[in-house]
């Protein structure tokens, strides 16, 4: 590393060792060829390290990026910048039993807080369809969580962030006083914070935060019912959420489920055939008198609306699945690449939608019975988070191209249907925000001109002229 330039100068903040130059360095962080990108891959230790390199970035006018997924979508961007991996920062501070919070760093994984949370008889919700292993990320970002069905946005109470000028923006309560006073529940504003989620890091990256945890319970059950078609399976989902009996739940469709529970295509095929069209899956916790009096309404709702309780064997593997995170990236294993096109919608809208997707996949040309779909319920059916999943090979051009225009019809098509969609990047970003009010534009810019001035902090990565 050449002393005297800034890289000597972020080598000696962070280690020469992690500060790697070169296409090599950065392009597994990229699903495409890096081009003439020129990014220099720096990864801090901690927060103090991270504040230094925005300094020496700010003060060099160098622009810098952040690592927000496991692979991030296009290719890196163009010209000499720093690209930021947070997974160094993996300290988990505290695990605060009593209270039921864990303050951890950005680089902590899912697996390995769940880990420890464990060993303290607690444990985190996990997500239903992450990009990313950081569990920091992951919440800040909103992605959907299996436990989402009985407890709302967000699983996190406050956050701490790096601003462009090496500051430190606290969020919540802490802006007030000192941690372990203010970091209570139910924080989150009213503030400028709130924009930080879903932003692409466009005002700061996020490097520590507290999460909320939840004890372990008496009792657990799973159970799966399996339907013909979607409606009275989505009904069944509505009704445990309502009224209360369940933990976990997810209405989903063979193709999903298959792929889900699976580890390699060919037992993913065995299992699809054996599986209902569409199956609700729901976990109980809670003390036994209790699971057992749940039971048995869900059964009688289930008995209702004509399902059909599947076999242990599935229950059980479903029960493991739930224990884990779920990763987008996990389902390439069936044919290398997987799209997701997701939303939220009313329990009324979200079957006709959701059909209206495959169609539209059919109509490209992909075999609608090959779309994987789900549903999750969240906070007591209120709404419901749908997802809809295309498999393809990246390899293949044709396929690839054709997956790529369904997704982006798809998005037009949920667009203009009024459906939900949270937290848009890329293409979709730009879709999502022709159509909001001005005036929100106007404060995201005004926001970033305060908080960034440089224009240095992921330039371009949520909107084009951001």
């Known amino acids: 590393m050449a002393v005297g330039t800034v890289w000597g100068e972020i080598a000696e903040v962070v280690g020469e060792e992690n500060v790697i130059r ?14 003439s990108s020129r990014l220099t891959l720096v990864r801090p230790g901690d927060e103090y390290e991270l504040s230094e390199v925005m300094v020496l970035a700010e003060r060099e006018k160098i622009p810098v990026y952040s690592v927000r997924r496991e692979v991030m979508e296009g290719a890196p961007p163009e010209g000499e910048g720093i690209l930021v991996d947070l997974s160094r920062m993996d300290t988990i501070k505290e ?6 919070m864990g303050h951890i760093y950005a680089g902590v994984t899912y697996e390995r807080l769940q880990e420890e949370c464990l060993k303290r008889d607690c444990k985190l919700l996990l997500p239903a369809a992450a990009e990313t292993r950081s569990v920091l990320r992951s919440y800040l970002d909103r992605d ?8 709302r946005f967000p699983n996190l109470s406050i956050f701490h962030a790096v601003l462009s000028d090496g500051r430190i923006w606290v969020s919540g309560s802490q802006q007030l006083t000192s941690e372990g006073i203010a970091d209570f529940r139910e924080d989150q504003g009213p503030q400028f914070s709130l924009f930080f989620g879903g932003s692409e890091d466009i005002f700061g990256i996020p490097f520590y935060g507290i999460v909320y945890l939840y004890p372990l319970r008496e009792e657990r059950r799973v159970f799966l019912f399996g339907f013909d078609s979607l409606e009275p399976a989505m009904e069944l989902a509505y009704k445990v959420n309502r009224e209360e009996h369940c933990f976990e739940c997810v209405t989903a469709n063979a193709r999903y489920l298959s792929v889900l529970l699976s580890g390699d295509a060919d037992r993913a095929e065995e299992l699809r055939s054996r599986l209902p069209a569409w199956v609700t899956a729901v976990s109980m916790e809670h003390h036994r008198e209790l699971v057992d009096l749940w039971e048995k309404y869900v059964r009688a709702d289930a008995e209702s609306l004509g399902a059909r309780e599947l076999d242990g064997e599935l229950a059980a593997a479903m029960d493991a699945q739930f224990q884990r995170p779920w990763y987008l990236f996990d389902r ?8 997701a096109i997701r939303h939220y919608d009313f329990k009324s809208r979200a079957p006709k939608l959701l059909s209206g997707l495959r169609e539209l996949a059919s109509a490209k040309g992909y075999p609608a019975e090959e779309v994987g779909q789900a549903l999750i319920p969240v906070y007591f059916g209120g709404s419901f988070y749908c997802e809809t999943d295309l498999y393809f090979r990246p390899s293949d051009e044709g396929e690839k191209a054709r997956v790529e225009q369904t997704v982006r ?9 009024l459906s939900f ?7 979709v970003a730009e879709m999502v925000y022709q159509r909001v009010n001005p005036g929100f534009i106007k404060v ?6 305060i908080v960034d001035p440089a224009g240095i902090m992921n330039p371009g990565q949520l909107l084009k002229e951001v």
């Open 332 to 339: 390439d294993y069936l044919k290398g690449g997987t799209a």
């Open 22 to 35: 070169g296409a090599s360095a950065t392009g597994r962080y990229y699903r495409e060829a890096a081009g």
């Open 444 to 449: 995201v810019k005004t926001f970033k001109g």
């Open 144 to 151: 959907i969580l299996n436990g989402n069905a009985v407890y």
């Open 409 to 417: 019809e798809g998005y037009g098509y949920l667009l203009d249907e």
């Open 421 to 427: 969609i949270d937290r848009p990047r890329g293409e």
């Open 95 to 100: 695990i605060d039993r009593r209270n039921l």
